[in-house]
């Protein structure tokens, strides 16, 4: 089984309509962090969170609202869609070590806002 | 704040052609600096990695040096394969911002 799931991997849906992303990790990891992924802009940083009670905005996070349930679960909610929200998202959980933060990463929710 | 700078691509190479992708960075310290890997259709996954200056990593016949004097980390490999093709994404942690700080990516397609 899969480290990092998330669900849906694939969600249509229409311009105003609340909408949420769900992961779930089993590596035992504090760190949980949301991107999204746009061509020519690579991946950027929406929400993260250190540990069930530390939740931090990321460089694009306005729209967007996150709920960290549990160590294991984070959840992204796009309060009323917009179009420009079409988008790839990913989940990713980080095991950090001095130094060095390795990221892993879930399989991706295509998004599509008509 | 940190950045990463790399090519886009796409990056269009013949089977066993030597590869090439460039990564330059700027931040504050001694971050580590990584490469990830995504194939089509997945997530992003650890490639390799280097955590001080001269360090070398390799995975999988890729190689990157950590050039703190060039601030650079060149992706390498010598022969690649049609497998090879997906997009590759350089990446630096900075430990005083506490955050990975990823380049844009770069598509490779490796043509048989």
Redesign the interface.
């Known amino acids: 089984d899969a480290d ?1 799931t998330q669900t849906p991997r694939n969600r249509i849906t229409k311009t105003g309509k609340r909408i949420m992303l769900e992961c779930s990790q089993t590596k035992g990891h504090d760190r949980m962090y949301w991107y999204r992924q746009d061509p ?4 950027r ?1 929406i929400y ?1 969170s ?1 540990d069930v009670k530390d939740i931090n905005k990321g460089e694009i996070s306005d729209g967007y609202s996150v709920s960290r349930q549990a160590q294991a679960k984070f959840s992204l909610s796009l309060e009323s869609a917009i179009p420009n929200q079409t988008a790839l998202y ?1 989940c ?1 959980t ?1 095991d ?1 070590q ?11 929710t295509r998004l599509l806002v008509l | 704040g940190d950045s990463v700078t790399q090519m886009e691509g796409p990056v269009t190479l013949s089977e066993e052609a030597f590869l090439t992708i460039n990564c330059t960075y700027t931040a504050t310290g001694y971050p580590s600096l990584f490469w990830y890997v995504q194939y089509p259709g997945e997530g992003l996954q650890l490639l390799l990695k280097a955590t001080k200056a001269d360090d070398k990593g390799s995975n999988k016949g890729f190689e990157a040096t950590y050039r703190k004097e060039t601030t650079s980390f060149h992706l390498e490999k010598g022969s690649v394969q049609v497998s090879d093709s997906a997009v590759y994404f350089c990446a630096l942690y900075s430990g005083g911002y506490q955050k990975v700080t990823f380049g844009i990516g770069t598509k490779l397609q490796v043509i048989p």
């Open positions: 990092v020519g802009l690579g991946l940083l993260y250190f990913f990713a980080s950090t001095g130094l060095q933060e390795t990221q892993y990463f879930g399989p991706g």
